[in-house]
């Protein structure tokens, strides 16, 4: 025992030290204290960079650590998003056999007979938005919703917690998984850890209950039977990580080239088939009409975040005296389409005949998506960076750090943005973009693989 302390004493303290900070974090820090939260998440941070230093072959030693740091906000209430109350009473509703596609929470307060167990609370709580409409969130995030419905038995805080060990479960299966993805595109496999360790993922997955985490562990899941040649078996798994967000949707065209013209029809067939087959228990003739408008109020009402559109909406402002609400519905529009454009012409300009390009692919396109979207919540940047470490790309992993100056907003009760710190977000993510796509020579990332012992 004292010889091991010996041989890893400074990792120990630094574990030690995440474990206190990631304790303050849960238990001890108002969103709006954002001088605190940036101390703590960049000190999280330059500990997960020295423990990547010293450690990144030792297996255990980082599992235990990455673990240990997830069980740290078990009984903690998120304090970042209230998103988790909405979780919990679509899964309350479905548990009472009611569908959260076709009751908003506004409509159905008012019933005495509701028996949604903590119901005014959570319909007070999940704020005025999430109210109103009717869920956005696909089957399989519902199944987890209301599984922590059953197993909290009526508990707020049971709840968070069943859900919360369901992520965690889900980062593990990430970890495995993408240890054996990596090793068959012949890549360090230590690469994972710099997900399994990551500030971000754990204080947005385990600490304010996102699902992020669950579809990335279907999509690597994916990505491993394929690389194995079990494209059949992989097609199930893909609808599973479109069915908890819908986000992998959008990287189907990519798999044209890979697969071929014949294995590609069949794939598509199975996954749609697959979503289908996921989506049946909750589809109702309104389901179409109320999901749709649902997203479309997502995807054209909400700003956070941005990198052009906040450029795009200062110059129109400014310059061409447009009303803020009708250019974000605009924009919303032109967007969609304009990301359609840009993965198909990604899938078809680009080889993508090995795995790993079509991953490339897939960051290049998602990038392109959260560079131009109105809405880039820090939870999204998980996904991104996760897919990342199966390239030779490492801005998302900058982009995990540099977010965490978005939060200012949070100190806000309007939630006003510091338009200067934004700057400063996105030219340290798109400087390390730009370094890597035209810098790829003998010298490219030299200075961060020296400073961080990728």
């Not at 990144?56 to 998103?83: C, T, Y």
């Not at 992020?212 to 491993?224: C, D, Q, R, T």
């Not at 054209?300 to 906040?310: D, G, L, Q, V």
């Amino acid at each position: 025992m004292l010889s091991y302390w010996r041989l890893h004493k400074y990792p120990i303290l630094f574990v030690v030290g995440s474990i206190l900070f990631y304790a303050s974090f849960g238990y001890d820090l108002a969103r709006t204290d954002f001088i605190k939260l940036l101390t703590l998440f960049a000190g999280l941070f330059f500990f997960l960079v020295k423990l990547m230093q010293f450690e990144k072959w030792n297996f255990k030693f980082l599992l235990v650590a990455g673990i240990l740091f997830r069980l740290v906000f078990l009984f903690a209430e998120p304090n970042l998003s209230q998103d988790f109350y909405r979780f919990i009473w679509d899964g309350e509703l479905i548990k009472n056999g009611l569908n959260p596609y076709l009751h908003a929470p506004n409509d159905l307060i008012g019933q005495s007979d509701l028996g949604i167990a903590n119901a005014q609370e959570l319909h007070t709580k999940m704020g005025a938005l999430h109210a109103k409409h009717f869920s956005n969130y696909p089957p399989i995030n519902q199944v987890l919703f209301v599984l922590g419905a059953i197993l909290g038995g009526g508990s707020i805080l049971g709840s968070i917690i069943a859900m919360r060990l369901t992520l965690i479960l889900a980062d593990i299966g990430v970890l495995y998984f993408g240890r054996k993805l990596l090793q068959n595109l012949n890549q360090s496999t230590h690469m994972v850890f710099w997900y399994f360790l990551n500030p971000l993922v754990i204080i947005e997955l385990t600490g304010n209950l996102h699902f992020e985490g669950v579809m990335l562990f279907f999509m690597v899941w994916a990505l491993y039977l394929i690389s194995k040649k079990k494209w059949v078996l992989a097609a199930p798994v893909y609808s599973l990580s479109i069915m908890v967000k819908l986000v992998p949707l959008i990287f189907l065209p990519i798999f044209l080239k890979y697969f071929r013209f014949k294995k590609s029809a069949i794939f598509y067939g199975l996954v749609g088939f697959g979503c289908l087959v996921l989506l049946l228990p909750l589809y109702s003739p309104a389901f179409i009409d109320n999901y749709s408008e649902t997203l479309k109020l997502w995807f054209s009402n909400f700003e956070f975040n941005a990198s052009i559109y906040n450029i795009v909406k200062k110059i129109a402002v400014i310059h061409y005296e447009a009303k803020p609400w009708e250019l974000i519905e605009s924009y919303g529009k032109i967007i969609t389409k304009v990301i359609l454009v840009i993965t198909v012409l990604i899938a078809f300009l680009r080889k993508n005949n090995s795995l790993e390009s079509v991953i490339t692919s897939m960051v290049l396109v998602l990038s392109c998506y959260y560079f131009l979207s109105s809405t880039v919540h820090p939870w999204y940047v998980v996904f991104l960076m996760g897919l990342s470490l199966f390239t030779k790309y490492r801005f998302p992993l900058v982009w995990s750090l540099a977010i965490v100056l978005s939060y200012q907003a949070y100190s806000n009760p309007d939630y006003k943005e510091n338009l200067w710190l934004l700057a400063i977000e996105y030219i340290l993510v798109f400087g390390f973009f730009i370094y890597e796509m035209i810098g790829r020579g003998s010298k490219k990332l030299y200075f961060f693989k020296k400073q961080v012992n990728l």
